[in-house]
């Protein structure tokens, strides 16, 4: 009888010994499993992504002159142009360039066989600054007229919207104010008022200092030709008619300032006239 108890005895706490084990693997699973869900999640470092440098950036007085550098992806290039308001004269630009980090270059002797530099436009924060490569910008006055440059920083931002009426040729009656030529020359009336021009369905009225007249006039998108001009005969002393008639020979584009002025460009972009 003893033996058999103690065989009963023996088993049962083998019995208790593996509950024991089992519920300490148990536990010690449970314990692992929470401390892996404890360790925070280290994300790897993600690569630095090129700051988007496309849109519009400006240099100058948007309510005067201005200058208007725009950036847009192009393929794997960016496409940069340049444009100006404000004024009679100033850049217009358009090229391809390459991307290296936040700098962006393009070759200036693709558009000017004998132009040796580059034109590196700089990217920081909302400033991008445009000058050649080397140490002279002089190369970037190629492309403006009156004295401008491409060369500057210029910062990113918004277009003016501007309340501009819209015109034509034949809203008005336009007065001479001035011609000016790219050799400094200047032509002006004495009196604002004397000089002007009606245009109506072909034909355009003259009126001079001196004598009246008519001619014709054909327009194909923005470029326009006026011809065939007749004027009266009187002789009239320091008269400037000559001037004004050899200049409306000369028309060969024009467009509408913001201001609502009449600007004519002149053929060989040797000068431009101004009507209001």
Known sequence: MEKEEKIFVTILCLILIGILVTLGILYFEKEKSRNIEDIPV????????????????FSGDQERYYQKLEIAKN??????????GGAVKGCSFDGIGT?????????????????????????????????????DNSE???????????????IKGEELKKNTPSLTLESKEWNWIETTYNNDTRIAPKK????????????????????????????????????????TEKYCKDSKESEFIKMLGEVDSYFFKEDGKLVFDLKYDTGSSIFN
């Open 42 to 57: 280290v994300n790897k470092p993600i690569a630095n992504q090129e700051a988007d440098i496309t849109g519009k950036y």
């Open 75 to 84: 393929n794997e290039n960016y496409r940069v142009s340049i444009s100006y």
């Open 99 to 135: 991307r290296s980090g936040n700098k962006i270059e393009l070759s200036l002797k693709n558009l000017q066989p004998s132009f040796k530099q580059n034109m590196i436009i700089t990217f920081v924060g909302d400033k991008a600054t445009i000058a050649t490569s080397g140490s």
């Open 140 to 154: 970037l006055m190629y492309f403006c007229g009156g004295g401008a440059s491409l060369a500057g920083e210029y």
């Open 192 to 231: 604002i008022g004397i000089f002007r021009l009606k245009f109506e369905k072909g034909k355009v009225n003259i009126a001079t200092d001196c004598n009246s007249g008519s001619g014709s006039y054909s327009v194909d998108g923005n470029k326009i030709a006026i011809k065939n001009i007749a004027t």
